[in-house]
T-cell receptor, first 114, second 111 residues
């Protein structure tokens, strides 16, 4: 199906474990983003990517790693999960030709770190 | 001080009411202003987008930007129970891909 999909939708893990959240989009959008959403903080940018092999830090990058070897995929890895990383994670994409602001979001990945 | 401030609510209104949702921002360089709607356990979706100051209308929704007071508003006329969601304001400026979001206002429209 066309669109942007995230997996897994729900994940429970333990402190210190490595976790990878997957994001796949079928539009060939140039720009992709990872946000986390927490009560009282709203959406905060973790990392973004302007194209394959081009990534940059956002507002809260510590403890996260990203890669973008293919345009359509933008995985987010928590190398050693901490309880403070319990959150809902959203992947988003934007076409380079679209007016500023047209971010398309996935359904979210709800992560709990015990 | 956060770059974008938004009252988290919750805001409860009866069906048919006019709803006013608001945000303030601090950076005068912001030029693009958006409203996203987010249903429970779903991703945000773009509702309205405006550039610089002025009004934009789309059906029952009107977005308003006052750059002189750094104030962003979303008005919903004839509100419906299906409008119950969290509304997030967002802003950015040219030359960056970083969007700054408000914390969101939770709206409940009672039938």
């Amino acid at each position: 199906d066309a669109g942007i999909t995230q997996s897994p939708r729900y994940k429970i893990t333990e402190t210190g474990r490595q976790v990878t959240l997957m994001c796949h989009q079928t539009w060939s959008h140039s720009y992709m983003f990872w946000y986390r959403q927490d009560l009282g903080h709203g959406l905060r940018l973790i990392y973004y990517s302007a194209a394959a092999d081009i990534t940059d830090k956002g507002e809260v990058p510590d403890g996260y790693v990203v890669s973008r070897s293919k345009t359509e995929n933008f995985p987010l890895t928590l190398e050693s999960a901490t309880r403070s990383q319990t959150s809902v994670y959203f992947c988003a994409s934007r076409s380079s030709g679209a007016p500023t602001g047209e971010l398309f979001f996935g359904e979210g990945s709800r992560l709990t770190v015990l | 001080q956060k770059e974008v401030e938004q009252d988290p609510g919750p805001l409860s209104v009866p069906e048919g009411a006019i709803v006013s949702l608001n945000c303030t921002y601090s950076n005068s360089a912001f030029q693009y202003f958006m409203w996203y709607r987010q249903y429970s356990r779903k991703g945000p979706e773009l509702l309205m987008y405006t550039y610089s100051s002025g009004n934009k209308e789309d059906g029952r929704f009107t977005a308003q930007v006052d750059k002189s007071s750094k104030y962003i508003s979303l008005f919903i006329r004839d509100s419906q129970p299906s409008d119950s969601a969290t509304y997030l304001c967002a802003t950015t400026h040219s030359g960056t891909y970083k969007y700054i979001f408000g914390t969101g206002t939770r709206l409940k429209v009672l039938a």
